[in-house]
């Protein structure tokens, strides 16, 4: 047990010392948001899903959100070939979704409104206010793709131990701490590209 252990810092201390990261500071936050993220579970974050700068992987335009529903990261483009680095829980491969959307909207501490779909397969999903036992957590950017609705998010969570698995709807989950750092840097109409 403790070689496996061993061998597994060994493999993440390697594949980080090949790259160039860098811790980045939480964001500030509100009264409302300190208290009720303090009611929400903690859970500790596997170090391969920090919160990182790293140099961008993507070539996308800075202001892009991508997604990598495989590897369960999802990068915000930065200026200067940079990007932040976010660990992120993605759909089940049954209910994953692909494509290029935009922001349409931004809500803080969003309601959350099952879809028909989902009530349909799940009868004890309700709709469920804003508030520290709201699945969509503390921050949501509404997913629209030419115009309409996709009915995806990328949205915080009351689940922080799933970070880093596929488990949800479709939806990306994020940290509460993390959609809040990505949801101040977000503007409106930022392009989202979900491989």
Not at 23 to 31: A, K, L, R
Not at 173 to 187: E, F, G, P, Q, S
């Amino acid at each position: 047990m403790f070689l496996r252990m061993l061998g597994a810092v060994v493999v993440i201390g390697l594949s980080l010392a090949g790259c160039n990261f860098k811790g980045v500071p939480d964001p500030d936050v509100s009264t409302r948001d300190r208290e009720w993220m303090s009611l929400v579970p903690q859970a500790d974050v596997d170090p391969q899903y920090g919160r990182y700068m790293i140099d961008d992987p993507t070539g996308e335009a800075p202001g892009t959100i991508v997604v990598d529903q495989k590897s369960r990261l999802l990068y915000f483009v930065l200026p200067d070939r940079k990007a932040i680095r976010y660990g992120v829980a993605v759909g089940d491969e049954a209910y994953g979704w692909t494509g290029t959307a935009e922001v349409a909207r931004k809500a803080e501490w969003p309601n959350w409104h099952p879809p028909a779909e989902m009530q349909a397969r799940w009868p004890h999903v309700r709709f469920t206010e804003g508030g520290p036992n709201n699945p969509l957590g503390a921050r949501a950017l509404y997913l629209y793709e030419n115009g309409r609705d996709t009915l995806y998010r990328i949205h915080g969570t009351n689940e922080p131990e799933k970070i880093g698995q596929a488990v949800s709807s479709g939806c990306i989950r994020m940290r509460n701490i993390d959609v809040i750092d990505l949801y101040n840097r977000t503007k409106v109409g930022a392009r989202v590209v979900v491989k």
